[in-house]
């Protein structure tokens, strides 16, 4: 069973302030999707990376695949509120995406 | 209205009942899922599906059925619910799991009694 680590599982912090979620796993994956839940909804995918050591940005969000394809990161910058929720790492392979436990992100005004 | 929606989005059963938690999609999706959704366990897949008549297993199968006779529906049933089946129950689809976006219904949030 191919296992994706998530941390930090809770993360509260200032608007303004930056952060880092990272996800690792001992695995190797064709990608790494990052999504983000807000309650009572479905995950809704932000970004898809596919090659190592892949960076993509996404306005203050910016994603990066590790060079051997087991690892992942998300930073963000200058969080807002509007940022809150939980963010979910999945890797894909094998026609099935495993997810990790999710990073509930606070943002406080 | 284009999309992947879910039914029922509540549902109380009580244990030792069959229930069974309906998926559509407009898509055309080959590829379609369920996952359940627990705290501390974030979303576990329970089966998948490449196409229509083709199923396998996920990380968490026991206790569910699945099929898939058309493309767009891909229902879930729970044969004898049990308490431990409590959770929220989301269907995915996606043309390409590993390359493209999944796409999630809002989920169906099961309580067994």
């Known amino acids: 069973t191919q296992l994706l680590e998530q941390s930090p599982q809770f993360l509260s912090i200032q608007e303004g302030e930056n952060l880092t979620v990272y996800c690792n796993s001992s695995?190797?994956?064709?990608?790494l999707q990052w999504y983000r839940q807000e309650p009572g909804e479905g995950p809704v995918l932000l970004v898809t990376?596919?090659?190592?050591?892949e960076v993509k940005k996404l306005k203050r969000l910016t994603f990066q695949f590790g060079d051997a394809r087991k690892d992942s990161s998300l930073h963000i910058t200058a969080a807002q509120p509007g940022d809150t929720g939980l963010y979910l790492c999945?890797?894909?392979?094998?026609?099935?995406?495993?997810f990790g436990k999710g990073t509930l992100l606070t943002v406080n005004p | 209205d284009a999309g992947i929606t879910q039914s029922p989005r509540y549902k109380i059963t009580e244990t030792g009942r069959q229930v069974t938690l309906m998926c559509h999609q407009t898509?055309?999706?080959?590829?379609m899922f369920w996952y359940r959704q627990d705290l501390g366990h974030g979303l576990r897949l329970i089966y998948y599906?490449?196409?229509?008549?083709?199923?396998d297993k996920g990380e968490v199968p026991d206790g569910y059925v699945v099929s898939r006779s058309k493309t767009e529906n891909f229902p879930l049933t729970l044969e004898s619910a049990t308490r431990s089946q409590t959770s929220v129950y989301f269907c995915?689809?996606?043309?390409?799991?590993?390359?493209?976006?999944?796409?999630f219904g809002q989920g169906t949030r099961l309580t067994v009694v």
């Open positions: 898509w055309s999706h080959s590829y």
């Open positions: 695995s190797v994956f064709s990608s």
């Open positions: 990376v596919v090659t190592g050591g």
């Open positions: 995915a689809s996606s043309e390409s799991p590993v390359h493209t976006e999944a796409f």
């Open positions: 599906s490449a196409a229509a008549d083709i199923t």
């Open positions: 999945a890797g894909g392979s094998n026609y099935k995406l495993t």
